[in-house]
């Protein structure tokens, strides 16, 4: 108990933790997501976690080579966490919006999909029309 009490709030390794399978809306309770699954983003990743982070002015770390342990895709787009300083070295909140873990996560929940890499991202919808067109003439092709 000593040696915990002697590391500060401030110390880096006392930064909390998010994981984007926190946030997933793709994800059940059991494989990691720990907010309502109606206020929870589809597919978010450590950048956009991060991003929102830094908008807010909250001290935040990514790191990107870590994974989360009961994610099973081991993919690049699922890797990375972020940890944000929630205290200062006096023990203070940094920001008194976000007094736990929970209202971050909600908040960056809330924020994502306004990012513009959100928005972006939803406009290259042409190409899966075009594929459904083909594979409709593949179905009149097998048909005599």
Do not use: H
Request: proline share 5%.
């Amino acid at each position: 108990m000593a040696c915990a009490a002697a590391r500060s709030p401030g110390d880096q390794n006392r930064f909390i933790c998010i994981y984007p399978a926190y946030l997933n809306n793709k994800k059940t309770i059991a494989e990691g997501r720990r907010i309502p699954i109606s206020k929870a983003v589809e597919n978010p990743t450590a950048t956009m976690i991060q991003d929102v982070r830094s908008a807010v002015g909250l001290n935040a770390v990514i790191e990107k080579n870590k994974m989360y342990s009961r994610e099973w895709n081991r993919d690049v787009q699922y890797r990375g966490r972020v940890r944000v300083q929630l205290k200062q070295e006096d023990g203070s909140l940094c920001l008194g919006q976000f007094p736990s873990c929970k209202s971050v996560m909600l908040y960056a929940a809330e924020v994502i999909p306004k990012l513009k890499t959100r928005t972006q991202k939803t406009g290259g919808g042409d190409p899966n029309l075009q594929q459904g067109k083909g594979s409709k003439k593949g179905k009149g092709k097998k048909k005599k």
